[in-house]
């Protein structure tokens, strides 16, 4: 019944409730106390729980913090701060932990002294978790503390804190507090240099890893390095394969190359699948090398395939059941990209409200402007695609309908020569080769290889290849590769997405867009029946249009108004109108009719009702 009235109090009370509130934190309905101390509103109501607090002891003073924090009293602060260095742990670390939600950076400095003052243990870690937390990418304080700090345990602690924080400030304090450091100081710095949050302490992790004479930091260190390095895998590839070939180079163990050959795994780089290949022979290595490989190889296979092909030509004779599976697949999917261009850097989505993929195929985006500027590029792999390896999945890059997306390439040609543009898209797509517009099409289709071929000129070296993909909705994709103009295979063409030469588009000109044919070709019908044969008790012509049907009364069974003319290749080109959305029509096309028959058979597109 107690518990009861205490949760409703905190409902209906106000800032005289506080006291009786508080008083019950001591007893058994505590829980229920706390609840309505949180729950209660009113003016007054904070500053009530705050005097309150020294009113208080133990567990209740305990509980009472958490209130202040899920309150956001942040008028608590000083009094928290007196509570961190209380004598009853428990109050001092719950102090602590509310500092962390409630200080700010001004309170660091105070912050920081309690801290080298804390007990060891809960408290001390719970002192550490605030300073950082109030702290944020502001070291000032403990930068500070450490510049006057004398004591190796002071020191140590400090260090440690500024490991965590991390920044531009807190790596030079600490590699300056390197300098003539006793050993427990050095050996702190070590530690919070291999644990850093971003790349700046790699090379003094590469220094320690090489001059270090304690073996533990130059473990530390290695570990540490080969991290970091690996955080820049996706930015700087090769950069980052060249790294972590010196810290191979650097690694004496077994167990210190596979930690190398576990980060290498991850950069897509050429260099980086040679130096894993370079272990595959090692029998202490072969299986981390092989998988390291493998992973590698599935990620450049669609800008390196040759140099995958040999490397995955070797492992699918491996021992290693597994790793002779993948090398095996990534050979298939190779012979089945062919000679398609498979590596591409994206960009997108790009959109224009109230804007459909028609229109957006006509407007002028970043990309695509003669200065681009601002243009963030993303690479995309090739093979998803169950049917057509060779097709690269927008939709699946950048989601959503009415948008465009870029793609972008670089084709080298040892020699300047006439070839085959082709390409498959869905939907539209607009194609720029050197900066010139080559080719485009305005339309909502599927992405079937090589639809699109278009005569095109490779100069001799690198040439930078823009694709535009509109999306009107579902699938989202695009294909394309370059060949002879007889369509057979080229050698010694290569691509790559990651060339960085310079390249722009021209500024834009009108260039042949394909879609509906003109009006130029031969009519079929002149405004009579005249070359045309059918039941006429169903069709008729209303203000020069034939029309099919009534909506008077059922029509008994299928009717056909044919020309007697047969046609071979052609466009077909013509308007419908379903009255009232009603009814069910179409158009068919290279059909005939059933002999004794009133049926036809052959192509028919419908027109109905959905």
């Known amino acids: 019944v107690q518990a009861v009235a205490l949760r409703a109090l905190g409902d209906v009370g106000n800032a005289s409730s506080v006291h009786t509130l508080i008083k019950a934190l001591g007893g058994e309905s505590a829980t229920a106390a706390g609840i309505g101390l949180r729950t209660l509103k009113g003016d007054g109501v904070d500053a009530e729980i705050l005097a309150g607090l020294d009113q208080t002891a133990g567990d209740a003073r305990v509980e009472l913090i958490g209130v202040i924090v899920d309150r956001r009293c942040t008028n608590a602060v000083p009094a928290l701060l007196k509570d961190a260095a209380d004598d009853d742990a428990a109050i001092a670390q719950a102090a602590f932990k509310a500092l962390g939600e409630l200080a700010t950076p001004k309170e660091a400095p105070a912050m920081v002294a309690l801290l080298l003052a804390a007990k060891p243990g809960a408290v001390a870690r719970q002192a550490e978790n605030a300073v950082v937390k109030v702290a944020g990418e502001n070291a000032d304080a403990v930068v500070v503390a450490l510049d006057s700090a004398t004591s190796p345990v002071a020191r140590v602690t400090l260090i440690r804190v500024l490991g965590r924080i991390g920044g531009d400030l807190s790596y030079a304090a600490i590699m300056k507090a390197r300098t003539g450091a006793a050993p427990a100081v050095e050996d702190a710095a070590v530690r919070a240099l291999a644990a850093w949050p971003d790349s700046r302490a790699a090379d003094a992790l590469l220094g320690i890893v090489k001059q270090a004479q304690n073996e533990t930091h130059r473990v530390l260190a290695l570990r540490g390095y080969v991290r970091l390095v690996g955080m820049e895998a996706g930015d700087k590839p090769g950069v980052t394969a060249s790294r972590l070939a010196e810290a191979m180079a650097l690694a004496k163990t077994s167990d210190r190359r596979k930690a190398v050959l576990g980060a290498l795994a991850n950069v897509p780089h050429r260099d980086a699948l040679d130096l894993a290949m370079s272990h595959s022979d090692d029998a202490a290595l072969h299986a981390e090398a092989g998988l390291a490989a493998v992973t590698i190889a599935r990620t450049i296979m669609g800008k390196e395939h040759e140099a995958v092909r040999v490397a995955v030509e070797k492992l699918a ?294």
């Open 317 to 610: 004779v491996s021992a290693d059941a597994h790793i002779a599976k993948e090398a095996r697949g990534i050979l298939e999917q190779l012979e089945r990209f062919d000679d398609a261009i498979t590596a591409w850097r994206i960009s997108g989505p790009y959109m224009q409200e109230g804007e459909d993929y028609e229109a957006l195929f006509s407007i002028v985006f970043e990309p695509e402007k003669p200065d681009a500027r601002n243009v963030t590029w993303q690479s995309i792999a090739a093979g998803s695609h169950a049917t057509y390896p060779q097709v690269l999945d927008l939709r699946k890059a950048f989601g959503g309908d009415q948008r465009v997306a870029y793609a972008l390439t670089w084709v080298y040609s040892e020699t300047a020569q006439a070839v085959s543009l082709q390409i498959g898209s869905d939907d539209g797509i607009k194609a720029w080769l050197n900066g010139k517009l080559v080719h485009a099409r305005n339309a909502a289709r599927a992405a079937t290889p090589y639809t699109d071929k278009v005569n095109v000129a490779l100069n001799k070296g690198w040439n930078p290849l823009l694709l535009k993909i509109t999306q009107n909705q579902f699938p989202w994709e695009f294909c394309a590769r370059i060949c002879s103009r007889n369509d057979e295979r080229l050698e010694g063409l290569r691509v790559d997405p990651d060339h960085e030469g310079e390249w722009r588009l021209d500024a834009p000109e009108p260039a042949e867009v394909l879609g509906p044919p003109a009006m130029n070709g031969t009519p079929i019908y002149d405004g009579t029946f005249e070359g045309w044969e059918g039941n006429l008790k169903w069709f008729r012509i209303e203000d020069g249009a034939i029309v099919g049907g009534t909506l008077k009364e059922t029509i008994p069974r299928n009717e056909f108004l044919c020309t007697q003319k047969e046609y071979t290749n052609f466009q077909l080109r013509l308007k419908l109108k379903l009255v009232d959305n009603k009814g069910n029509a179409g158009i068919q096309i290279r059909s005939k009719r059933i002999p004794n028959n009133h049926e036809m058979i052959g192509y028919q597109a419908d027109v109905g009702q959905v």
